[in-house]
């Protein structure tokens, strides 16, 4: 079941980005198929990425191997510090970005 599902969003994003492809030629743009060919991609591409995403995690949630290493608390805690300090990396980072490159 996950799998027919991966497989066929996975042929959605696929048109999608032989959409945008072809829409990229300079005669389809001539043609006036340029944005409409974007637009459509981009939604193609939408669609097949976040069905992908969401049937990923399941898939591979079912082939986990259960072993005394396998906690879930822990891996949840250590998920939770590791987004805490991203967040603090990148604020500290813009913090210093801006202080190195104000305006004139």
């Known amino acids: 079941m996950t799998w027919d599902s991966t ?3 996975n042929s959605i994003y696929l048109c999608g980005i032989l959409l945008l492809l072809l829409t990229s030629i300079p005669q389809a743009i001539e043609a006036g198929a340029g944005l409409g060919g ?3 991609s981009f939604m193609l591409i939408g669609l097949g990425i976040g069905g992908i995403k969401s049937s990923v995690a399941p898939f591979t949630g079912t082939h986990s191997v259960n072993s005394p290493f396998n906690d879930q608390s822990l891996i949840t805690i250590d ?3 590791r987004s805490i300090a991203r967040k603090w990396e990148i ?3 813009s913090l210093e970005w801006g202080t190195c490159h104000r305006g004139s």
Do not use: E, G, R
Request: net charge neutral.
């Open 7 to 9: 497989l066929n969003f």
């Open 38 to 40: 974007v637009v459509v």
């Open 79 to 81: 998920l939770q510090s």
């Open 91 to 93: 604020y500290l980072n």
